[in-house]
């Protein structure tokens, strides 16, 4: 169920249109990496280390490349030579300054590290030649997890840099020890956030083409970010950015995983280069589980400072992230956002905070929608936890510190001002009543006195600052709207839509501002070579930055369509307005010209057109984001906890959320109700977990769970729609459900066990963590 | 995730099935429905340079009913035991199991003969076998013989099978007289493997006592166990009398289940007791009716 209140809609803008992506991605037209075939193409695998940590004493390769049908077995010898950087173009290098190469040499630091790379006439022979890859390999102890990694004296990932802390970033303002002593209440609590991985549908996967002939390098590849694609294959090629085209088509799925360019997408770019052919590689389940990016894996010390009243006096925050063995664009880098971000919708007076980044054997750590949400995840955990500690519903907390309307503007203890666009009192409220909470209060009391059933009810507020306009290049989108001359517009932008149907939400905005159908618009993206430079989709920011930039090319479109229409019909172009494909003098209907004909005279009879006006009719503009759009949300769930097996069932869930002025209601539904099912599977069924030694654990979907639609409930969203301060008044909503959807799913539960007296701290609560903590506690 | 090279043997009778497994040895498995076979070779966790397909084999599908047995074919996909009146009729159990394997997809294909010979400790259908005393019909290069069902399981995925044997069919007594059976079991998805689970098949004598119990559990252990103990205490004893609870215990007092990544031993038997419980008072219920 889902109630959707579109407001001020549109035409086009504020409708539920049917996502123009969908007959061809449901009758199994879409076109993917694996679709994808070269003449003379090959194929290749990785080889990969089986050994957490270990100095590679050989690698003999000669029965690998005895195979018939093996065209080359390369290792760090080759194909590591004269290599440029490898991380992403946004990048934090000061804090990495890690050097990463295609294929390691020396020593391999984690179960995965790719070695080798097999190029052969088929995937299957490629796999039977990997096989006889001959990897010896030193053992080393394995660095796994915070306290192995942060024990004093512990072998070093990565010796040259003296320690495994790779970042370390305290913001501590004076005076927490004087709020502490005035306090009526100090709560303190850790909380570890378990090990995930975005496993998206489609894996990775490239098809690299290179023509020793004109020197191009065409890559095609599944990506969120098909121009900072082409700048990294460049770089790591050395082939000039001009001479690399990258190429997207329909990408299933990324949440992160897709926005920066890998190291083995890279590689194969590389490879295709070294030995002059078309090499394709698609990532199989395993290497995708194991090799591409993990994620979450924090541990959050919260310390909270509270009156008689429950009202927050200050927090200090202590925060680890595993950031795994190699950079991935960042080390981590998700820490200090986790303290930045630690306010939320509450007003806190007093913010101290601690950032780590921790090497470790195990896979690297990227993004995953909603990169930093540990800040939602242990605040909202500590909300609970502490309100529980001074006996006080965790809702009447939350009322009692929420940044109310008339708090508005408010400037958080890290300097960051909410403008009055947010609404998170209003969320709250709608979500408990959703939820109908006391009333749910009331029957949790009677299951369990009288049936001594375990109910819980669970919330999340959060704010999301999204489409980031500090960080370039991510700060800006690039529109081209192009009419040609039947009056037809395709609309080319720099976007890599994977599952956000931009392709759809884009079109209305741009049929929306020009008064056209949307049937007469397609979005073209995915393509270096036909879109100009953008910056990919990602952090929550399609809606803000692609879309304005849309509405402002389409708009200046619109004043020279007018300007002809002007000159055709002598009327004043401030005069005119358009809709439904006709350009007409307001007032007087009948007088108008359709849109097709301004459009045709502008390319074929160029002669009419007003004095000193270039032929054409089309537009390109740039929008820059502002510093940061705030979006924010509550979401409420209930759930009953099986005190016999451990299983969790959510009865309801309820999001209550304000992305500001929606293009397609059923699209944002979509994105919410995509988020909020990763974050339910991310408490109760996914867990990437390593043996001590640094061994994957969960290396088939047999062990990794994701959840299916047997066990998630209907997901009722809701919907406040308070505009933000830009031309569309959008903010962002890919990432929110993801971000509030764990610690809601997590308080329930720790809700429902502390009717035991039972605490909980950590995620994930499979059934062997729920019945850990219920047999520690003698049930 | 491609196999390694294998040749692949489609013979049409079970005498070119046995002359096949017994010429290639341990270079060769039978391929039944392939979900579990294939899988496993695809990862590479094993392989063998023959496999021999029994789909096209003569005489390996089918079910019949004959003097209080029903005889199912071991090639008979998962799906007709959930779907074939016939056998939710003669023995429901199996038509009680079936859902339970996995999702429908793989039981279209996944066959009877193959869950049983796959012999995973975590199956539904050798512990229903092994609940009801089946009989698995056995080929080899010399000719055939029977395994009763509490001979057949021996270990993790091993069975007494020679290697040059197949699983013809397997024969299960129809249902008697007042009695009742039930399964169930606790998986992480609909459609997992089970954490644990268990069978129960009661019957009640004319005076309304249990005449004959037999309760196995699945995935405590690396085979199928019957709960010996917990069937004797409960032999005898007037429905009302039975402490659902307490059988469930003391069919895990000799178990000690093992950890893995989704639960630890403990907390295995904690699961397989209360299931257990749940399987009995359904048996019972239904035996009474
Ligand atoms: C996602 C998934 C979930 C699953 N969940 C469950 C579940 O919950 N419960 C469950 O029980 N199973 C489950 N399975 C396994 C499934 O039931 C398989 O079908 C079954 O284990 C094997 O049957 P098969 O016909 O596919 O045999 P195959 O995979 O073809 O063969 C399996 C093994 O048995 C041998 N074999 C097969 N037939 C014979 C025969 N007639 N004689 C001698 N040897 C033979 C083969 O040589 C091979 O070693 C699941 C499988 C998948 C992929």
Redesign the pocket.
């Given at each position: 169920m889902t109630t959707t209140d579109a407001g001020s809609a549109g035409r086009f803008v504020g409708q539920s249109v049917r996502r123009k992506e969908d007959p061809r991605l449901l009758t199994g037209r879409g076109t993917y990496v694996d679709d994808m075939s070269l003449p003379g193409m090959l194929h290749a695998c990785f080889v990969r280390s089986n050994v957490a940590h270990g100095r590679i004493v050989s690698i003999d390769c000669d029965a690998a490349r005895a195979v018939d049908g093996v065209v080359a077995v390369l290792t760090g010898t080759e194909l590591n030579v004269g290599r440029g950087s490898m991380q992403p173009t946004l990048m934090f290098e000061d804090a990495a300054n890690v050097a990463v190469q295609p294929l390691t040499e020396g020593t391999v630091l984690f179960v995965g590290d790719p070695v080798a790379l097999v190029v052969a006439e088929s995937r299957a022979v490629a796999e039977d030649a990997a096989e006889l890859v001959e990897v010896n390999i030193d053992m080393l102890e394995a660095v796994v997890g915070f306290d192995a990694a942060l024990l004093e004296g512990a072998p070093l990932v990565h010796p040259d840099k003296g320690a495994n802390v790779g970042q370390d970033m305290p913001v501590i303002m004076p005076g927490w020890d004087e709020i502490k002593a005035d306090a009526a209440h100090v709560v303190s609590a850790t909380f570890n956030q378990h090990r995930q991985t975005n496993v998206p549908m489609e894996t990775r996967g490239i098809v690299a083409s290179f023509d020793p002939a004109s020197g191009e390098l065409h890559a095609y590849l599944s990506t969120q970010n098909p121009h900072e694609a082409r700048l990294v294959l460049s770089r790591v090629t050395g082939v000039p950015e001009h001479l690399v085209r990258v190429t997207a088509r329909d990408v299933g799925g990324g949440f992160g995983q897709k926005m920066f360019l890998f190291r083995d997408e890279q590689t194969i770019g590389a490879a295709a280069v070294y030995l002059g052919r078309s090499i394709k590689w698609i990532e199989d389940r395993r290497e995708n589980l194991i090799a591409s990016n993990h994620a979450r894996a924090d541990r959050t010390t919260v310390e909270l400072a509270l009156d008689a009243d429950g009202k927050l006096l200050g927090a200090f925050v202590d925060e680890v992230e595993d950031a795994g063995a190699w950079p991935l664009g960042s080390m981590g880098g998700a820490a200090p956002a986790v303290g930045a971000y630690f306010t939320g919708a509450y007003k806190l007076p007093f913010l101290s905070w601690h950032a780590r980044a921790v090497w470790t054997n195990t896979c690297q750590r990227g993004a995953y929608r909603g990169p930093w949400m540990m800040e939602t995840t242990a605040r909202e955990q500590m909300v609970d936890y502490a309100a529980r500690a001074i006996g006080m519903d965790p809702w009447e907390w939350r009322r009692r510190n929420v940044v109310k309307d008339a708090d508005l503007p408010y400037t958080t203890p890290m300097f960051m001002t909410y403008d009055d666009s947010i609404s998170p009192d209003a969320t709250l409220e709608q979500a408990a009543q959703v939820i109908d909470y006391d009333a749910f209060r009331a029957e949790q009391r009677r299951a369990f006195e009288s049936e001594g059933r375990l109910l819980g009810v669970g919330l999340s507020l959060y704010i999301e600052p999204c489409a980031m306009g500090m960080m370039d290049p991510l700060s800006t989108e690039t529109a081209n709207v192009r009419v040609m001359p039947s009056g037809k517009v395709s609309v080319a932008l720099g976007t890599g839509s994977h599952g956000q149907g931009l392709e759809t939400t884009m079109a209305q905005v741009v049929a929306e501002e020009l008064g056209i159908d949307i049937d007469d618009v397609i979005v073209v993206q995915g393509d270096t070579a036909s879109s100009p430079f953008g910056r990919g989709t990602g952090g929550s920011g399609s809606a803000i930055i692609g879309a304005n930039a849309c509405r402002l090319a389409s708009a200046a479109v619109r004043d020279k369509a007018f300007a002809i229409a002007a000159q055709l019909m002598e009327a004043a172009a401030n005069d005119l307005e358009v809709s439904d494909g006709r350009i007409t003098v307001k007032g007087t209907p009948a007088r108008g010209i359709d849109f097709a004909e301004v459009a045709r005279v502008a390319y074929l009879e160029t002669a009419k057109l007003p004095e000193g006006m270039e032929a054409s009719l089309e537009a390109t503009h740039t929008y820059k984001a502002p510093p940061v759009t705030w979006a924010n949300a509550c979401h409420a769930c209930t759930v009953e906890v099986d005190r016999y097996t451990g299983l969790v069932k959510i009865l309801r869930y309820v999001v209550s959320e304000d992305c500001g002025k929606m293009i397609n209601p059923a699209i944002v539904d979509g994105q919410i109700a995509g988020g909020v099912v990763q974050g339910i599977g991310g408490v109760l069924f996914e867990h990437m977990i390593y043996d001590p030694d640094g061994n994957p654990l969960a290396t088939t979907f047999m062990d990794y769970l994701l959840p299916t639609a047997a066990e998630i409930p209907t997901i009722e969203i809701h919907h406040i729609e308070t505009p933000a301060p830009n031309p569309g008044g959008h903010k962002g909503v890919g990432e929110g459900g993801a971000i509030g959807a764990p610690a809601c799913v997590f308080n329930a539960v720790a809700d429902a066990l502390a009717l035991l007296d039972v605490t909980i701290t950590d995620q994930p609560l499979g059934p062997r963590e729920v019945l850990d903590a219920l047999m520690a506690a003698g049930h | 995730m491609k196999p390694g090279p294998f040749e692949y043997h489609a013979p049409h009778t079970v005498a070119d099935v046995t002359a096949l497994l017994a010429e290639h040895g341990d270079e060769c498995?039978?391929?039944?429905?392939?979900?579990?076979?294939?899988?496993m070779l695809a990862l590479r966790l094993t392989g063998f340079p023959h496999l021999v397909d029994?789909n096209r084999v003569d005489g390996l599908s089918g079910v019949e009913r004959s003097n209080g047995t029903l005889v199912i074919g071991?090639?008979t996909r998962?799906r007709v035991l959930e779907r074939d009146p016939q056998i939710a009729e003669a023995v429901p159990l199996l038509a009680r199991a079936a859902p339970?394997?996995?999702?429908f997809q793989?039981r279209n294909?996944?066959?009877v003969?193959?869950?049983l010979?796959?012999a995973?400790p975590?199956?539904?259908?050798p512990a229903v076998a092994l609940a009801l005393g089946a009989t698995f019909d056995v080929a080899g290069p010399n000719g055939t013989r029977s395994i009763a069902a509490a001979d057949f399981f021996t270990g993790t995925w091993s069975t007494a099978?020679e290697p040059d044997e197949?699983?013809t069919a397997v024969s299960f007594p129809v249902r008697g007289e007042r009695t009742g059976s039930a399964i169930h079991e606790m998986a992480r998805r609909h459609?997992?493997?089970?954490i644990a689970g268990a069978v129960a098949n009661m019957s009640l004598d004319a005076a309304g006592r249990v005449s004959a119990a037999a309760i196995s559990l699945f995935g405590v252990a690396s085979t199928p166990v019957r709960a010996t103990g917990a069937e004797a205490a409960l032999v005898g004893a007037a429905p009302a009398d039975i402490n659902t609870l307490e059988i469930g215990r003391l069919a895990l007092a000799d178990q000690e289940p093992t950890d893995d990544i989704h639960a630890t031993g403990p907390q295995r038997a904690r699961i397989a007791a209360h299931v257990t419980g749940i399987v009995v008072a359904r048996a019972l219920e239904e035996a009474g009716r």
């Open positions: - | 498995k039978p391929l039944a429905g392939g979900q579990s076979l294939v899988p029994l071991a090639i998962q339970l394997i996995g999702h793989i294909r996944g066959t003969g193959g869950s010979a796959h995973d975590a199956s539904e259908l099978l197949i699983v459609g997992d493997f089970a």
